[in-house]
């Protein structure tokens, strides 16, 4: 018979309301056997006991539904965000609060780089804490002038380089388009922004930092920051899964010591809606354990913060037009028809409220059209949603993915300039998605920002913004419900229910070990719950000491 | 006739033309392409979103690798599935450069985001964009809450409106369409087109560097969207002021205007280029000269290229002749 372990923890908190609490979990063959207490376990006299975490609460390793393998391979650049962060690697790296610490980190950096020619590229600025000061191609002159300097923001929309760059990539005075902008006297100010400008730069600098995104490192280095923040089951949720990118997934979720299980969306860029339902149909067959495929992913509009979200009226709070559509109204009808009735589950990006209305429409068209009982089609973000909308959401059977991380790192923008007040405090609304039915969860987006789910979860609980404010208190989430949010919500909502998301017999062997208790912390200090590593597939990973 | 030189290696800009196609889905860019890669008047790159809807004879399809589909007349197709710079690097690295690349905007995008490419990158120039409409639908996209905004912005920066299908509408409703677009944006240049068919000829002229490739001499009897000529040469100078004043004020029935100028004070032609309301008017590189002086002496010569509304010849004349430096010699039409 194979080998069984019994893992004794001080509290184990199961999220499966038919057992929540437990202190024994018994594992075979990378699958929880059964859980309950010591008296339960007499039925296994010969397991191997495993009390390293007799001391620490377990729970069901945590879901991150929306993230990106970006958060993999953007680390291994400077990063420069406002806010600290906790690279893959354990290692603690302070935000930075003026454009001069900024500046004085990548000199740092820069002159401690051996190849005097080589491109130092950061990533993270985002000028909105900056009271709208702009970084200038004058402050990254003081990083270097002998060597190409360039910063990408937050938004991954926008690069600030050196004057050295645009010189090397020819963008000067007599540049005169919409995506270089110009300082007082003339010159290119030193932001780029848009696909031409993004063109030259990396056709002038023969080097693209973006394109090379997906390798194995990048894959380690995702999974290693799974470890570090708790979470066993992550999304990779936008992804043309190329032959090369497969082959680096394959190859690394295959190992041994492979500590999470990878859930990829493809996305539908570049192919038909057939292609798409031929594409996905294939690659479902080749799941293995730790890689799955099935969700396709669409993107319908931009973002809030960066004013491309497609709003419903009145707009945007401080009168910019509204947002851009990435897929039109009439083609996202057809093409989430043809995926519905291919039954093909769809993972629908949708920030600004119009966008969330268009995406309705067109699952209830679709619905209409081709009944699907259980379609968990999900709109990522979806966090302008109105009560009327959840309300047709919980009656399509569509779910949400609430981006509940940005309470914190844009609430303040939000109240004051994009939302303003009433609809910021409707932000993310999970309360009213709980309140209503709408299968849900909470997530990072990372690495637009940290992959922390119990951030996310606190987030969602206290509905706090950088400055302090208190946004929308009633959509306020209890523990309970937001632990739910990143663990067996998302599950739910990538149809993995069945596998991952609670502690129950038959799914996987698969925890988050925390030296807390969140049920016995002030809700205010969840965020802060030491994580001591998890577990997959029984397999334990401990998480670096910060 | 002098301007009808055989080819010489003398282009002033070795960069390549390139137009954006732009438009709201199911205005017709597809088809447009598709006659485009048909018809070819030269090597055409087409850089589309997914192969999906282009539809290219069996016959005429030399080899396909996945990304680019090679043509037996020399032009290419390729996809931009892993990004517009990607498949630009693709065409651009090919063993034979393209005479004409023309990229296909999404059908929600913005069409100057690609226009603005073709500024930025030395080995381009911006010929023209293009943008398509349905003109069935038109007004009630214009209207509609939720695209209205995003149609008026692939037409804000257009050099040429292709109102499609306008054998789908009779005439009161092309009136409308017609009203519609000049009340939204005065200036606008427009031509009625039934099935998405390139202008041939306005094509040629944006692809033409020198004046010999200019279509001078495009037969009379294939009539292409009524699209009328109009040639004007004269050893004159004009005054730059008072050029640059008139080129911001031309009929909207002017789609193009190409010409070789002799300014006052200076010592070298200028290239005047006008594609609907957008021209440039800069020195001439010093290696054209030869060519140029070879063609067209000291004279000034304009081709325009207008719409069947197009103010007679006398009209257009007269409009330059206000443009005439004071001192400029009044010399006989050659
Ligand atoms: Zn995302």
């Known amino acids: ?546 | 006739m002098i301007l009808n030189a055989p080819e010489q290696h003398a282009d002033q800009n070795n960069a390549i033309p390139l137009t954006v196609i732009g438009g709201f889905l199911g205005a017709g860019k597809t088809t447009f392409l598709n006659h485009l890669l048909r018809q070819a008047s030269c090597r055409y790159a087409v850089l589309v979103n997914d192969f999906g809807a282009v539809n290219v004879d069996v016959a005429l399809i030399a080899s396909h690798d996945g990304n680019t589909i090679n043509l037996n007349n020399g032009c290419i197709c390729c996809t931009m599935a892993d990004g517009l710079g990607e498949a630009l690097i693709r065409v651009l690295s090919a063993p034979v450069l393209p005479e004409h690349i023309v990229i296909e905007a999404s059908g929600v995008g913005d069409p100057w985001q690609i226009a603005e490419v073709a500024m930025l990158e030395p080995d381009l120039q911006l010929a023209a964009v293009i943008v398509l409409a349905d003109a069935e639908q038109l007004p009630a996209q214009l209207a509609d809450s939720y695209i209205g905004d995003t149609v008026r912005r692939q037409l804000r920066r257009a050099d040429l409106l292709m109102l499609n299908k306008i054998d789908l509408v009779d005439a009161a409703r092309l009136q409308t369409a017609h009203e519609t677009l000049a009340g939204l944006q005065p200036g606008l240049r427009v031509i009625e087109t039934r099935d998405a068919k390139p202008p041939a000829m306005l094509m040629q002229f944006d692809h033409a560097t020198t004046p010999e490739r200019l279509p001078l001499f495009a037969p009379e009897d294939t009539p292409d969207h009524g699209i009328q000529r109009w040639l004007y040469r004269r050893n004159i100078r004009f005054e730059r002021e008072k050029l640059e004043r008139l080129l911001d004020s031309l009929p909207a029935s002017l789609l193009r205007l190409k010409g070789w100028c002799w300014i006052e004070g200076e010592n070298a032609p200028f290239l005047l280029q006008m594609t609907g309301s957008r021209w440039s008017l800069g020195a001439t590189e010093k290696s054209s000269h030869p060519l140029l002086t070879s063609l067209l002496g000291e004279d000034s010569l304009l081709i325009g290229l207008g719409t069947a509304r197009l103010p007679e010849d006398a009209v257009l004349t007269a409009l330059f002749e206000s443009a005439f430096a004071k001192t400029s010699l009044e010399m006989p039409v050659a």
């Not at chain 1, 740092?108 to 909105?128: E, T």
């Not at chain 1, 696909?195 to 090379?212: E, H, M, T, V, Y």
């Not at chain 1, 009226?313 to 897929?327: F, S």
């Open chain 1, 1 to 546: 018979m194979p080998a069984t372990t019994i893992i004794t923890a001080r509290k184990i908190i199961t999220m499966n309301p038919g057992l929540p609490e437990a202190s024994h979990v018994a594992i075979r063959d990378g699958r929880i056997l059964a859980v309950g207490n010591a008296e339960d376990m007499k039925f296994w006299p010969d397991a191997v006991i495993d009390t390293r975490f007799a001391d620490k609460v377990l729970m069901p390793g945590f879901v991150e539904g929306h993230s990106h393998i970006m958060e993999g391979s953007i680390w291994p650049y400077s990063y420069v965000g406002y806010f600290d962060r906790v690279s893959p690697d354990g290692v603690m790296v302070s935000g930075l609060k003026s454009i001069d610490a900024v500046v004085e980190r990548l000199k740092a950096v820069s002159d401690a780089m051996s190849d005097p020619n080589a491109i130092l590229f950061a990533w993270g600025f985002d000028p909105i804490y900056f009271n709208d000061r702009r970084m200038t191609r004058l402050d990254l002159d003081r990083v270097s002038t002998t060597r190409p300097v360039l910063i990408i923001h937050a938004s991954f929309h926008i690069i600030n380089t050196n004057s050295f760059t645009l010189q090397k990539v020819g963008i000067d005075r007599s540049t005169n388009i919409d995506g270089v902008p110009k300082d007082a006297d003339g010159e290119p100010a030193g932001e780029l922004q848009g696909p031409a400008a993004r063109i030259r730069l990396f056709r002038g600098l023969q080097w693209n930092a973006l394109s090379d995104s997906v390798s194995s490192d990048s894959v380690r280095r995702f999974s290693r920051s799974a470890v570090i923040n708790g979470a066993t089951t992550v999304t990779d949720l936008h992804n043309e899964l190329t032959e090369l990118c497969l082959a680096d997934f394959r190859k690394e979720t295959s190992a041994a010591d492979f500590p999470m299980r990878l859930v990829p969306a493809l996305s539908r860029i570049g192919a038909t809606t057939e292609q798409i339902i031929e594409r996905i149909g294939k690659l479902k067959t080749t799941n293995s354990e730790k890689l799955y495929f099935g969700m396709v992913k669409l993107v319908v509009d931009g973002s809030i913060q960066g004013f491309t979200g497609r709003l419903r009226w009145p707009g945007y709070h401080n009168g910019a037009e509204n947002g851009l559509w990435y897929i039109a109204p009439n083609e996202l009808d057809e093409i989430v028809g043809k995926l519905h009735a291919a039954h093909v589950h769809m993972h629908i990006h949708t920030n600004g409220d119009e966008a969330t209305e268009l995406a309705i429409n067109a699952i209830e068209a679709a619905q209409i059209a081709h009944y699907w009982a259980d379609h968990r089609h999900t709109l990522q973000h979806c966090q302008m949603a109105s009560p009327a909308q959840f309300k047709r959401m919980k009656a399509l059977g569509i779910c949400a993915n609430l981006f509940s991380n940005h309470i914190y790192y844009w609430g303040d923008q939000h109240y004051a300039i994009t939302m303003g007040p009433e609809r910021a405090n409707r932000l993310n609304a999970a309360g009213t998605a709980k309140n209503l039915g709408v299968p849900f969860g909470l997530h990072s987006d990372a690495p637009v920002t940290p992959l922390r789910p119990l951030f996310t979860a606190w987030c969602a609980v206290n509905r706090i913004t950088a400055s302090g404010r208190l946004l929308g208190p009633d959509e306020r989430l209890s523990v309970a419900d937001a632990l739910a949010g990143i663990t067996i919500g998302p599950a739910y909502t990538m149809r993995m229910d069945h596998l991952v998301g609670s502690i129950e017999t038959g799914k996987f062997a698969d925890f988050v070990v925390l030296e807390q208790d969140p049920f016995a912390v002030d809700p205010m200090t969840l965020k802060d719950i030491p994580i001591w590593g998890t577990i997959c597939g029984g397999q334990v990973f401990q998480a670096p000491k910060p």
